[in-house]
């Protein structure tokens, strides 16, 4: 059994809680700005509607987590630090669930001082409904890669029998780009235009998804990652079959009218670009389109 506190209630943090509450032998908390009393994953198999425990208030947790889940959005991580101190023991460890490829980073800055971070790449096509409601469809698996060692012993374990597998890989900073390359050449086009995947199609729009794919395996190779050009072809092949329906998340915000994941998606981009002498002027671009609109 393992006591696991869900910091965020976007899709990411109920899809990987109702995974979680698959189990019986877990206790879990969720630690979200409203309260909910259920939460609900109808396109799971079988469905999930299961009672749950919130949290409003870090003021109100009195004990540590075996696991937390850091499940905000990356820009939330300072936000988020309150519910840290409260739920971080000298055992805890910290599960980052956040786009990008900064995750480590992020959650070492969040966390008290010594709380083994764990970063995650976490695949799942799942969108928020309502509050403790998550579609998520099952065309895409939820996925979580961490890198080797006993934390991914231990959380493969947690997460045995559910809905959700994890992943150990040697490679961390291969499949961080990996999972980088998909969200920076869709979700980033898809907020512009304000479109769903299937924007992606238009012939325009998919000489852009190229054009950056092509600056981010060059700047992904100059950071140690190994991506090939079967990678390529295969993540240009997956981008034509993308359901038109399922909205990536930085739209949702942006529909919804909150702060986007723009910096930890594409500045990430950028930034290693910068470290590595290179030239990304379409990722900059984008970049610079998304941090003018005023929701970072």
Sequence with gaps: MARVAIVGAGSVGLLVGAALLQRDDHEVLFCARSHFTRIRVPTADPPIDRQVEVQTDPRAVDLPADWV??????????????????????????????????????GRTAAPFGTAVVPAVISCAAERTGPGCVEHNPVEPVKLVVPEGVEAED????????????????????????????????????????????????????????????????????????????????????????????????????????????????GAVVRAADRAGLDVPLHRFLFTLLDASGER
Excluded at 77 to 105: H, K, M, N
Excluded at 227 to 248: K, M, Q, Y
């Design 155 to 266: 959380l493969a374990e947690c997460f045995a029998g559910t809905i959700a597998t994890v992943e150990a890989t040697g490679q961390w900073a291969t499949e961080a780009w990996r999972k980088l390359a998909f969200d920076a050449v869709t979700s980033g086009l898809c907020t512009i235009t304000g479109r769903r995947p299937d924007v992606l199609a238009h012939p325009g729009v998919a000489g852009c998804v190229t054009a950056l794919l092509d600056e981010l395996l060059a700047v992904a190779a100059a950071s140690g990652a190994a991506l090939d050009e079967a990678f390529r072809r295969s993540l240009l092949d997956r981008i034509g079959t993308i359901p038109g329906g399922v909205a990536p998340t930085m739209l949702q915000d942006r529909l919804a009218s909150r702060p986007t994941e723009h910096d930890a998606i594409h």
């Design 69 to 106: 889940v850091l499940a905000t959005k990356a820009h939330q991580s300072a936000g988020a630090r309150g519910w840290l101190d409260a739920l971080c023991g000298p055992t805890s460890r910290l599960v980052v669930t956040q786009g990008g490829i900064e995750q480590a980073e992020r």
